[in-house]
């Protein structure tokens, strides 16, 4: 079941917390990887210690000339694309009032319309191919809100709307397109966090724990498997029931 | 008719699983061949691989008969 082998993916975000969560998963089931992230040492860096014979493709996602050519290059790498994980995303919080025009639209860039991008060009050999998988990483505060995220969750409730549009119109072709999203996943950002503020945190989790990469990983690969054709246009929630959606 | 129009109605009859004999000229892709928006989409993607022309997406709006595409690929092909 979700053997990967022989199937290529593209990651981006992939040095960072769940982004390399997602990719060992996705590597440990066999599949090959290009590894997309804007910090080409940090990326570097991972892709040696992940081994095997992946890629790197260094990409600054705010760039929209530069993401056009991502596809195209992870496609040249790794000879096809099956499997798309919009993973990257960046915060600039702030409350609504006080938020600046480039605080919402850089995390709108980089989060969703980067997003749109990828997904527009990798369908062109997935529909080739009459196979393939878009996964956006999505959020529980894109279904839920949070103050001093409007910017972040709009970017990551679009990206909902959006899979489940191109879900509709891939689906004929082979293509499913569907979101995780996480609750509170361990990271350097939560480990940070005063004890008093994780205990509240926690009391809000029914499973009385954060995540972790892998739990994130895992349904990844359970979307991106063969076993998962039948399932397009759904958002997976993985938060350990902070929110029953 | 002329070698282009042969390929053209080829890659048709391969893509929307017609009979060649309803792939005349005039035939509308949509109309006449029951070909879909992501059906016409798919065509010029192939047409695009077939002949190593780019038809960027206002000519390709402009594409819906058999014989606008072979036009448009007679004048575009290097």
């Known amino acids: 079941m979700f053997d990967l082998t022989g199937m290529t993916a593209l990651v981006t975000g992939a040095s960072g917390g769940i982004g390399s969560a997602i990719a060992k998963s996705l590597a440990g089931q066999g599949a090959r990887l290009a590894l997309s992230g804007s910090n080409i040492d940090k990326l570097e860096a991972f892709r040696t210690e992940l081994g095997g014979d992946h890629v790197a493709l260094p990409c600054n996602l705010s760039d929209g000339a530069a993401v056009d050519q991502l596809v195209p290059q992870a496609v040249e790498a790794l000879g096809k694309l099956d499997i798309l994980v919009n993973n990257a995303g960046v915060t600039r919080d702030n409350l609504a009032m006080r938020m600046k025009d480039d605080e919402w639209d850089q995390v709108i860039r980089v989060n969703l319309e980067a997003a749109f991008r990828l997904a527009r060009a990798a369908a062109k050999p997935m529909m080739r191919a009459r196979f393939g998988r878009i996964i956006s990483i999505t959020s529980v505060v894109g279904a839920t809100g949070n103050p001093g995220q409007a910017n972040y969750a709009a970017s990551k409730a679009g990206l909902v709307g959006m899979s489940k549009a191109l879900a509709q119109e891939l689906a004929s072709r082979g293509i499913t397109v569907n979101c995780v999203a996480p609750g509170f996943i361990r990271s350097a950002m939560t480990d940070v966090l005063p004890d008093a503020q994780k205990e509240a945190l926690l009391g809000r989790i029914p499973t009385g724990d954060l995540g972790d990469g892998a739990d994130i990983g895992a349904a990844v690969v359970y979307l991106a498997s063969k076993e998962a054709g039948y399932v397009t246009g759904q958002t997976l929630h993985v938060n350990g029931g902070m929110a029953m959606l | ?78």
């Open chain 2, 1 to 78: 008719m002329s070698e282009t129009a042969d390929r053209v109605r080829k890659i048709v009859v391969e893509h929307l699983g017609v009979e060649a004999d309803k792939v005349t000229e005039d035939a509308s892709f949509i109309d006449d061949l029951g070909a879909d928006s992501l059906d016409i989409v798919e065509l010029v993607m192939a047409f695009e691989e077939e002949f190593g022309v780019e038809i960027p997406d206002d000519a390709a709006e402009k594409i819906t008969t058999v014989k606008d595409a072979i036009t448009y690929i007679d004048e575009h092909q290097g």
